[in-house]
């Protein structure tokens, strides 16, 4: 179902994409590729640029220079919601649900950009309205099962618990049908319960043939779902691989951990 | 679930159904027959108002701006050009979508309280102009005297009590037209820009798009309004849609309940009939309305349908342990 061969063009491609906030170099030209069908995540010590990359790819932030293409087209200077109808979906860090409306319409309203009716078709009910509307909440529900949210529907996302949020917030995603969803730490602020329940949620999206691009802190789960790694620090790509690689790069530990000083060479060992 | 055809289909049909019964009641009295023309074209402007700031929370305080131009155009339509209802109806709707789409534009790139103050100013202009261009509106003096409407060919309006059929009619519409509106993907786009405009970019809505809809859906409704209050009323003077009836109209949406069509329906009748019995008080009724409207904001932020239905599920859900 998801053969991935080397010679397929990447799914999302940057090419040295840089963001400068005044002075600062939030991004300093990236160059990385999303194979098809492939779980890569984005890891770096806080202020290190994964969100920021993110915000661009998703059309929150214009690069200062520097190119996104998502399956062969450039995309850097699409609005966000256009970005979205070509197939790119994400959550956010800080969970951005609608907070006045329910859980349903939270996760009906990701699937905007794939319906049609205008303001005459819907407000006379034309032909295909409700049929639209009838498909539209049955994927929301189709979507709120398949992240494994349990709970009251018609309730004001505001209500619920944190855990529950973030899967609202990936079934809002999902609906959007996108080829490529964008998770911006999918677990923070989850219990350990809750993160070892997301990570099968995760997989089963690379089964469903779409393409994942995370960032997270919790190492295990890093460790344990992602396919290829890219290590952020200070704005510049420091490392990319497989899972192994990044885990035993000297580079990689030193951002994290800090370089070890040889005068305590044997205190440390 | 899907769409409630059967409940919709109800609401219209007891509207339909009241509104032919009180005038056979109340035939012989024209103030009553008045107080419901007033109602439904009350309810017909918070509507308008209800869905660009209840559900697309963008503040409009200048929605007497556009009932002005509605009341306006339809005036001198009907003085100069033509008395044929239909015609009137689409001249004011066309005036005020455009006008409702310029003042949009300009509210675009501006975030919460700036919107209110553009919306301010809009109506205030509006109001300037019609003192000021005499030729035209008369200023202060009005345009009076103002003929029934032709429904279709040579058969006029005959009285209030027509009147009352062709306004409870187009009310029933529009808030059908609302209705359906704001429980599909354009509600949903509305209620997404007010609760948080990024992630409504992010999740694929349009922004500024959705919210020029809502500036001109709120405007056309306004203009409507406007219309069958002229036919109502007979007369139209620059202040009838100042300052004070934009406040009101926000108090009839934030009484009856913020974001929900049917709350507005509610507030509009309530302080409809409420002005009437307020009547004595003069201009003090203001200084009620103002006090009502802080009491309202802080304690029952969702408006007298939403605490009504909390009650009701409160109830049934007793009723059913």
């Known amino acids: ?269 | 679930m899907g769409i409630p055809y059967k409940k919709l289909l109800l609401y219209g049909l007891t509207a339909l159904v009241i509104s032919y019964l009180i005038p056979t009641f109340f035939l012989k009295n024209k103030y009553y027959i008045n107080l419901l023309n007033l109602i439904g074209i009350y309810i017909i402007i918070t509507t308008g108002l209800n869905i660009i700031t209840g559900y697309c929370g963008q503040i409009n305080i200048g929605q007497g701006g556009f009932c002005a131009i509605g009341a306006y155009t339809t005036a001198l339509f009907t003085l100069h050009i033509t008395t044929s209802l239909p015609v009137l109806l689409v001249a004011s709707i066309v005036v005020t979508g455009l006008v409702g789409l310029l003042v949009g534009i300009s509210c675009l790139r501006l975030a919460g309280t700036y919107i209110a103050m553009t919306t301010l100013g809009f109506g205030a202009i509006v109001e300037v102009i019609l003192f000021g261009w005499e030729k035209l509106t008369r200023g202060s003096d009005g345009l009076r005297d103002i003929p029934y409407p032709k429904i279709v060919g040579s058969l006029a309006l005959g009285g209030e009590e027509d009147l009352l059929y062709v306004i409870s009619l187009i009310t029933i519409v529009l808030l059908l037209f609302a209705y359906n509106v704001v429980n599909s993907r354009l509600g949903r786009a509305f209620m997404a820009i007010r609760d948080d405009q990024l992630a409504a970019n992010l999740s694929g809505i349009n922004v500024p798009r959705y919210k020029l809809y809502a500036f001109i859906m709120c405007a056309c409704y306004g203009g409507i309004g406007g219309c069958l209050y002229l036919f109502s009323a007979k007369c139209i003077f620059p202040e009838v849609f100042g300052l004070d009836f934009s406040i009101l109209s926000l108090m009839m949406m934030v009484l009856g309940g913020m974001g929900s069509i049917m709350g507005g329906v509610l507030g509009a009748a309530l302080l409809t009939v409420s002005f009437e019995l307020l009547r004595p008080l003069k201009e003090y009724q203001m200084v009620v309305y103002g006090i009502l409207i802080v009491i309202i904001a802080i304690f029952i932020p969702k408006g007298l349908l939403g605490v009504g239905m909390d009650a009701f599920s409160f109830v049934t859900r007793r009723l059913q342990k």
Not at chain 1, 60 to 79: M, Y
Not at chain 1, 159 to 171: D, H, I, K
Request: hydrophobic letters at 40%; glycine letters at 10%; a positive charge.
């Open chain 1, 1 to 269: 179902m998801n053969s991935r061969h080397m010679s397929e063009p990447p799914i999302l491609e940057t090419k040295d994409l840089s963001m400068h906030f005044g002075g600062l170099k939030a991004l300093d030209k990236i160059n990385f590729q999303v194979a098809r069908g492939c779980i890569k995540a984005i890891i770096g010590p806080n202020g290190s640029g994964k969100t920021t990359l993110f915000n661009i790819i998703t059309g929150a932030h214009q690069p200062s220079s520097g190119r996104v293409s998502f399956e062969g087209a450039d995309i850097t200077s699409l609005p966000g919601f256009k970005i979205v109808s070509s197939g790119i979906a994400r959550t956010f860090q800080n969970i951005r649900l609608f907070p006045q409306m329910t859980v349903l319409a939270n996760v009906m309203v990701g699937n905007h950009s794939r319906m049609k009716g205008g303001l005459w078709a819907s407000g006379v009910r034309w032909r295909g309205i409700s049929a639209e509307e009838q498909r539209c909440e049955e994927k929301a529900i189709r979507m709120l099962e398949l992240v494994g949210f349990t709970g009251d529907l018609k309730m004001k996302s505001s209500g619920l618990p944190y855990g529950s949020q973030r899967l609202v917030e990936l079934a809002r995603a999902l609906s959007a049908e996108p080829r490529l969803i964008v998770l911006d730490e999918p677990t923070a602020g989850m219990n350990t319960t809750e993160t070892m329940a997301m990570l099968p949620t995760i997989r089963k999206l690379r089964d469903l043939g779409i393409t994942v691009l995370l960032i997270e802190h919790n190492m295990r789960l890093v460790m344990g779902v992602a396919e290829s790694i890219m290590v952020l620090n200070g704005g510049q790509k420091i490392a990319e691989g497989s899972p192994e690689e990044i885990w035993n790069d000297q580079r990689v530990v030193e951002a994290y951990l800090g370089k070890r000083d040889p005068r305590y060479k044997v205190a440390c060992s």
